[in-house]
């Protein structure tokens, strides 16, 4: 995490109202957190920082993009992402994470460090599925393609049998309403 002070956010120094801060993300800041998932990466996040007397509005914006490969023919794009992510800081007696959408810093903290927002905002705003925009338009010329066209399972058309021993049943319950 020594790579990522420039993601520190010293508020004691800030006077209240709001603050804008900006960062772009590359590869190098997901180095950071040992993730390797994408290719490369540019994406702009913009945080709106609304100091007040007793607590901090923050709204982080992400635009941009990351490359992924396609889980459906390993091949490489540009997934969009636009992402939003609001968080309330407050203070208390010590550090507290576990509602998603507020943040309690302890007393005597003096500043933040808001990567692992961040970080967390991009990974979330990529799709679990991730599928070239190609293949869903159906313009993608692969390999991979054209084997999973040549092992797909064929609609086979069944005419429907049905045993004659229950048919003889069915027969009795028709005989009794008559």
């Known amino acids: 995490m020594k790579d990522l002070k420039q993601f520190n956010i ?25 993730f390797d998932e994408f290719t490369s990466s540019s994406i702009k996040v913009l945080l709106t920082f ?7 509005e923050l709204v982080f914006t992400a635009e941009g993009s990351v490359e992924v490969p396609c889980d459906v023919t390993n091949e490489l794009y540009h997934q969009e992402i636009i992402s939003e992510l609001p968080l309330v800081v407050k203070f208390g007696p010590e550090y507290n994470d576990d509602n998603e959408e507020i943040l309690i810093l302890p007393h005597e903290a003096y500043e933040m460090n808001v990567a692992q927002f961040i970080y967390e905002m991009i990974i979330l705003a990529v799709p679990n599925k991730r599928v070239h925009p190609k293949v869903l338009d159906g313009t993608m010329k692969s390999e991979a393609l054209n084997k999973l066209r040549e092992l797909e399972i ?21 005989e009794k309403k008559t």
């Open 50 to 56: 609304v100091k007040k007397s007793t607590l901090f």
């Open 154 to 174: 064929k609609k086979v058309k069944t005419v429907e049998t049905t045993d004659p021993r229950w048919d003889k049943l069915k027969n009795l319950i028709t």
């Open 10 to 34: 010293p508020f004691v120094g800030l006077k209240e109202g709001s603050h804008v801060f900006s960062y772009t993300i590359e590869n190098t800041f997901f180095e950071a957190f040992n």
